[in-house]
């Protein structure tokens, strides 16, 4: 991690370390904002407004223009954070007691419930409806990403559409808005505001499948082998029980996970999926070259400042932890 943010531009850095994630609403109770601050708001990579940061130095000259939105999708991060640390029963969130450990989880629900709450009022004293409905349609997805997969969970009946569905909507929805916000600010056009989506959605897939990765590794401060542990079939256990035919019958006859868990082809498994990761970031590096092409700022200035985005695409499929 360290290496990576040496490549990344100082400036960016100080406006992400700068970032005010107080909630602003004066109605907000402090037993609330306490708990966020110490939990899903503490800490973490702050990838999302990183991306719209540099996403926005390849189209933008002035990045402050990006600090309400930067601002929002970190929040609505967090807000997805203390709901999922409830539906997937965590106790450990970024090497921490998670925030429905440290408080419960109704008050988890509630505390994420108020986050988005607040995100969407501040939004819409931004004044331009578009970028209030866009956000609207990311919390959609996220709820909708947690309705399929529980679906998921219950038919027992994944497939790779299916987990990539499940990633788009619970990951790389927020990461698509990063970038699309960026561009809508720029002044680019409808279709040209897609291509910078598209930088994101596969941004999002790819870092979704290698956040499965980490659910194997000894170095990840995720709770290891949670989603085994809690009978979640991401697209590493796809793999897994792909691979290991007899393992995916007695899954799909109803025995549970962790009865079945082996290390069987697990590391062929992982390299599946870093490939399919792989192949999403090839995407998004491409959609970003055509976004290069069209920046206000003209291709060589925007190409030279797009180079710390391709220092997180490498990051994001390099990543231990």
């Not at 450990?92 to 629900?109: C, D, E, L, T």
């Not at 995720?222 to 009978?231: F, G, P, S």
């Amino acid at each position: 991690m360290t290496e990576l943010l040496n490549r990344i531009p100082p400036e960016i850095l100080e406006r992400i370390g700068e970032l005010d994630l107080d909630v602003e609403s004066t109605n907000c109770l402090k037993a609330i904002e306490e708990l966020l601050e110490k939990t899903v708001l503490d800490g973490g990579k702050r990838l999302r407004p990183m991306i719209t940061f540099l996403m926005g130095r390849v189209l933008l000259e002035d990045l402050s223009v990006l600090d309400p939105f930067a601002k929002a999708i970190e929040m609505v991060h967090a807000a997805s954070l203390a709901h999922d640390d409830v539906v997937d029963e965590a106790t450990m969130r970024r090497g921490s007691p998670s925030i429905n450990n440290v408080a419960s989880n109704k008050r988890a629900v509630l505390a994420g419930d108020y986050l988005l709450a607040d995100v969407i009022y501040n939004l819409s004293h931004q004044g331009d409806l578009k970028i209030v409905q866009k956000m609207s349609s990311v919390i959609t997805d996220l709820a909708v990403g947690e309705w399929v997969q529980s679906d998921a969970i219950e038919q027992r009946a994944y497939t790779v559409e299916v987990i990539e569905r499940i990633a788009f909507l619970k990951t790389a929805s927020v990461m698509s808005w990063c970038t699309w916000v960026s561009a809508y600010k720029a002044g680019l056009g409808e279709d040209q505001c897609s291509t910078a989506y598209n930088v994101g959605k596969h941004i999002g897939i790819a870092f979704q499948m290698m956040d499965d990765v980490l659910d194997f590794s000894e170095d990840s401060k995720k709770d290891q082998l949670l989603d085994v542990k809690n009978n979640i079939v991401n697209s590493v256990i796809l793999e897994w029980l792909e691979l290991n035919p007899s393992k995916l019958k007695s899954y799909k006859d109803g025995e549970d996970l962790i009865n079945l868990w082996s290390l069987d082809n697990i590391e062929l498994a992982v390299s599946n999926v870093k490939q399919r990761a792989t192949e999403h970031m090839s995407k998004a590096q491409s959609s970003l070259e055509d976004i290069i092409k069209l920046s206000p700022l003209g291709e060589p200035t925007a190409s030279k400042n797009a180079q710390p985005m391709y220092d997180i695409m490498k990051f994001i499929i390099e990543r231990s932890f």
